[in-house]
């Protein structure tokens, strides 16, 4: 069973995260699709603290003693695969970042070296300004 100060504590953190997440939502400093995870977070705590026997009945199930240490291990789990997803993400942006760089540096590569083939094929001397 959780106790008063606990579900507090509970609806507290809702609040104040969906409090949190609507202000970045707002000054664009988050996306919609990105915060909708912290907005479910949000709502399973709020359940949580406003209905405890869910979590109760949850723990039960799952043969944890304590709700509170359900509770503990439940959000360390979604966020240990939050981690793990963002993870996979962050391989593949660096992934596709190198392969940008990798064309840059060639595109780079073949405007120098036209540049200096350039001018000699049209009678200039190789001091051509680069303003076009």
């Given at each position: 069973m959780l106790t008063l100060i606990f579900r507090s504590v509970l609806l507290v953190a809702a609040l104040v995260i969906t409090w949190f997440i609507i202000t970045r939502i707002?000054?664009?400093?988050?996306?919609?699709?990105?915060?909708?995870?912290?907005?479910?977070?949000?709502?399973l705590l709020l359940v949580f603290s406003?209905?405890?026997?869910?979590?109760?009945?949850?723990?039960?199930?799952?043969g944890v003693y304590s709700t509170a240490n359900f509770l503990f291990a439940f959000f360390v789990g979604i966020l240990v695969l939050k981690v793990f997803m963002m993870s996979t993400h962050i391989s593949r942006l660096e992934a596709r970042i190198a392969e940008l760089t990798q064309k840059v540096a060639l595109l780079d590569y073949?405007?120098?070296?036209?540049?200096?083939?350039?001018?000699?094929?049209?009678?200039?001397?190789?001091?051509?300004?680069?303003?076009?």
């Open positions: 707002r000054k664009a400093k988050m996306r919609i699709e990105d915060s909708l995870f912290w907005l479910f977070m949000a709502l406003i209905f405890p026997s869910t979590a109760d009945a949850l723990a039960s199930l799952f073949d405007r120098r070296t036209s540049e200096q083939d350039g001018p000699s094929a049209n009678g200039r001397d190789g001091n051509a300004s680069s303003d076009h």
